[in-house]
């Protein structure tokens, strides 16, 4: 919205601001940042009156949750998206496709997860909505969103995969590309839904990686910057840096109050729509390659539940003492802050890689 402004701006003024990117990313940075610290303690004493018992905790789950995370509401997401929401609405360009692309897929993954929370904290009984529904609305949302991104691409690169490293190498998947585009999105949300299982663990490698993503969403969508890295030029993509820095803003209000001890947790609400997010800007820049590396403890997270599933299901063992990951090293006597900060460095250490992929060719 406030883009329009710089229709106000001859050239040399303060209006004319408004025109660059990197400006109204830092703007909606810090409104997201300010949406937060200002709702924040309101919509949590509101989840607390609306959720007498807070989130269910499961009871197959480490045995410290049921004491140290009883009576915690859930829902927190909604604080996330409402920042986030508002921040790129305002600050980015409403006529750009792919803010409306992630908007989409943001929303639409954060009302499966309100469903799912709604359902648990009206119950009280950890079994929302079934995976069944969930994944199939997912898949619904991720086939919209990845056709639409597809319609939007250029046609060199319309239902293309980029490979990282290789200069120039596209590969061509034809309509193969639809449901490889909704598996890294319906993949990403899982996996950082799976990631959200301790205070503060998930919020912070999802705002390592957007930023990451963004970083990259800005040099692809710029002539200059592609054109001397040597990848794929999208463009338009260079306005989804605004969506991302709203992301780390609204993600810093959260985590204000997610820090250990949390007194509200996200929830499905915002872990599925994060994880979306982050699916569908990958989508969008043709990095669906590098959201694995950027965002690989969300994929060895989820990797750790197929494995220890699939294990057991075939020899009545585990390879982990429990699933995710995370849950491993709760039972070998890690304390939680020690899981969550290492897991935070792992993260930017994998973003550094990530980023790293745009120079190595």
Do not use: C
């Amino acid at each position: 919205m406030f883009y329009w402004l710089a229709g106000l701006s001859d050239g040399g003024d303060f209006f004319n601001l408004f025109r660059y990117i990197t400006f109204r990313a830092g703007g909606a940075f810090f409104t997201a940042l300010v949406f937060g610290f200002l709702f924040g303690r309101p919509l949590i004493n509101l989840l607390r009156r609306r959720q007498s018992n807070g989130q269910p905790i499961r009871e197959d789950g480490p045995e410290s949750h049921l004491i140290t995370k009883a009576g915690t509401p859930t829902m927190g997401g909604v604080l996330i998206l409402g920042a986030l929401v508002v921040s790129t609405l305002l600050w980015a360009r409403l006529d750009n496709p792919y803010v409306w692309i992630i908007l989409f897929v943001t929303v639409s993954f954060g009302a499966i997860g309100f469903a799912d929370d709604y359902k648990k904290v009206s119950k009280n009984n950890v079994d929302g909505v079934s995976g069944r529904v969930r994944m199939g609305l997912g898949l619904i949302v991720a086939l919209v969103a990845s056709y639409w991104a597809a319609q939007v691409h250029p046609d060199g690169l319309r239902y293309q995969l980029a490979l990282p490293v290789f200069k120039n190498t596209l590969i061509n998947l034809g309509l193969l590309y639809l449901p490889f585009a909704m598996v890294v999105i319906v993949g990403a949300a899982n996996a950082v839904n799976l990631t959200d299982g301790l205070d503060g663990l998930a919020i912070m490698p999802v705002m390592i990686a957007s930023g990451t993503l963004g970083v990259i969403s800005y040099f692809v969508g710029n002539t200059v910057f592609s054109e001397y890295l040597g990848v794929h030029y999208v463009p338009g993509t260079g306005e989804i840096l605004i969506f991302t820095a709203a992301l780390i803003g609204g993600g810093l209000g959260f985590l204000w109050y997610n820090a250990p001890p949390a007194a509200v947790f996200m929830g499905d609400t915002g872990s599925l729509a994060l994880g979306g997010a982050l699916g569908a800007v990958a989508v969008a820049t043709k990095h669906e390659i590098v959201l694995a590396i950027v965002g690989g403890l969300f994929v060895v997270e989820a990797l750790s539940v197929i494995i220890q599933v699939l294990y057991f299901k075939r020899t009545g063992k585990r390879v982990f003492l429990m699933a995710p990951i995370h849950h491993h090293f709760e039972k070998k006597g890690w304390s939680e802050p020690q899981i969550v900060i290492r897991f935070w460095i792992i993260s930017l250490i994998l973003a550094l890689i990530g980023l790293a992929t745009l120079k190595v060719r």
